[in-house]
T-cell receptor, first 112, second 113 residues
Framework: NAGVTQTPKFQVLKTGQSMTLQCAQD?????MSWYRQDPGMGLRLIHY???????DQGEVPNGYNVSRSTTEDFPLRLLSAAPSQTSVYFC???????????FGPGTRLTVL | KQEVTQIPAALSVPEGENLVLNCSFT??????LQWFRQDPGKGLTSLLL?????REQTSGRLNASLDKSSGRSTLYIAASQPGDSATYLC????????????FGGGTRLMVKP
């Protein structure tokens, strides 16, 4: 199993550009989530999904959109990138509530 | 709003020492607590998961305890090794919807040979 995979590993955007961060898992996990990690702020939840077709907002959802059309994939969209979105983004998945959380390797995003 | 604090922020010990990392949380109505390890430039690896009904979990040289009533958890590392050098994060879940975790700021551990 590849586990949780994320692409790209690194990305530089200009303010106002849009992009999609990809996340996929091959463990048949129902729960998937996106976190961002910033120095001094720790990891914060952006959006999460408890199954295909079901998504909800986390602590810091503004500026980000998600969708979950399949169990395997959970892409994160930045519609109009801002410098405040410079961060490391982690995707995570788990079998269900109370289960171990598996993280992807992260995407390091810089917005100029 | 749940807040998670980890003390100390950084720790340096000689190889072979037993050590304790601390995690405290403000809302004791948690669903579970997890300890993670993060190596520089890498993702997080789950070390131990403690359900709210449990008092402790063990894996190899690692032992995590949970005291819900006092809002505390400790991660005990026995006979530390240089390979244990990493940042250790604790995270709590306050509900069983979506595994929404609140993370502490982490403890950066360095084990010197």
């Amino acid at each position: 199993n590849a586990g949780v995979t994320q692409t790209p590993k690194f990305q530089v955007l200009k303010t106002g550009q849009s992009m999609t961060l990809q996340c996929a898992q091959d463990m048949n996990h129902e729960y998937m989530s996106w976190y961002r990690q910033d120095p001094g702020m720790g990891l914060r939840l952006i959006h999460y999904s408890v199954g295909a077709g079901i998504t909800d907002q986390g602590e810091v959802p503004n500026g980000y959109n998600v969708s979950r059309s399949t169990t395997e994939d959970f892409p994160l969209r930045l519609l109009s990138a801002a410098p405040s979105q410079t961060s490391v983004y982690f995707c995570a998945s788990s079998l269900g509530p109370g289960a171990n959380l598996f993280f992807g390797p992260g995407t390091r995003l810089t917005v100029l | 709003k749940q807040e998670v604090t980890q003390i100390p922020a950084a720790l340096s010990v000689p190889e072979g020492e037993n050590l304790v990392l601390n995690c405290s949380f403000t809302d004791s109505a948690i669903y579970n607590l997890q300890w993670f390890r993060q190596d520089p430039g890498k993702g997080l690896t789950s070390l131990l998961l403690i359900q709210s009904s449990q008092r402790e979990q063990t894996s190899g040289r690692l032992n995590a305890s949970l005291d819900k009533s006092s809002g505390r958890s400790t991660l005990y590392i026995a006979a530390s090794q240089p390979g244990d050098s990493a940042t250790y994060l604790c995270a709590v879940s306050n509900n069983n919807a979506g595994n929404m975790l609140t993370f502490g700021g982490g403890t950066r551990l360095m084990v010197k040979p």
